[in-house]
């Protein structure tokens, strides 16, 4: 069956510096692909998401690649912030129309000052 | 637009007793509805898939009984946890999928804690 598979947390980082958090994934068909963030205390928000192979999702200096050939959708951003501290997902949903969506484990980041 | 809220947002029971969690979406007709649980630190895991007018679908492993969903109207899906159990306690969040650029919806979530 499909599934994500996230890098285990918790990150930690100085404020400013470079953020990666490594998601593959494992589906049948052309998944689309999506990055949630859950601040603390709070529901889930969409970061970013893309729908096809290359497509790139950005939002608030977060990026990442829809790669095929490599089953990834790495999050990346050049610029941390103290405010974005929170716990990040990975989820795919099944082609073709509004399916369930798969969640990774969820990755802690916390950045300090 | 696109909202979907869910109430209540924090919830105490006792043993024994059931809880009623509901969404509802205010300006657009969810014809479907997913219920996740979030254990502390956790992922979100997918519960049941429910449809209006239809029996929801229940992931395996989940006991029908005791989480009992309702899709009774375009507008309203509701979460029955029954006989709840200090186990039961745990984050519950409803999702809607909805046309247009970000593809889903989620409730605030439900915290529920059961003594």
């Known amino acids: 069956g499909n599934s994500v598979t996230q890098m285990e947390g918790p990150v930690t980082l100085s404020e400013e510096a470079f953020l990666t958090i490594n998601c593959t994934y494992t589906?049948?068909?052309?998944?689309?692909l999506f990055w949630y963030v859950q601040y603390p205390g709070e529901g889930l928000q969409l970061l970013l998401k893309?729908?096809?192979?290359?497509d790139k999702g950005s939002n608030k200096g977060f990026e990442a690649t829809y790669r095929k050939e490599t089953t990834s959708f790495h999050l990346e951003k050049g610029s941390v912030q103290v405010s974005d501290s929170a716990v990040y997902f990975c989820?795919?949903?099944?082609?073709?129309?509004?399916?369930?969506?798969?969640f990774g484990a969820g990755t802690r980041l916390a950045v300090h000052p | 637009g696109a909202v979907v809220s869910q109430h209540p947002s924090w919830v105490i029971c006792k043993s024994g007793t059931s809880v009623k969690i509901e969404c509802r979406s205010l300006?657009?007709?969810?014809?479907?509805m997913f219920w996740y649980r979030q254990f502390p630190k956790q992922s979100l895991m997918l519960m049941a898939t429910?449809?209006?007018?239809?029996?929801?679908?229940?992931e395996q492993g989940v006991e029908k009984d005791k989480f009992l969903i309702n899709h009774a109207s375009l507008t309203l899906s509701t979460l029955t946890v029954t006989s709840a159990h200090p186990e039961d306690s745990s984050f519950y969040i409803c999702?809607?999928?909805?046309?247009?650029?970000?593809?889903?919806?989620f409730g605030s979530g439900t915290r529920l804690t059961v003594v």
């Open positions: 999702s809607a999928p909805v046309r247009g650029r970000d593809g889903y919806t």
């Open positions: 589906a049948t068909g052309y998944p689309s």
């Open positions: 893309a729908t096809k192979a290359d």
């Open positions: 989820a795919l949903s099944d082609s073709g129309g509004y399916n369930k969506l798969i």
């Open positions: 300006d657009f007709q969810a014809t479907t």
């Open positions: 429910s449809n209006e007018g239809s029996k929801a679908t229940y």
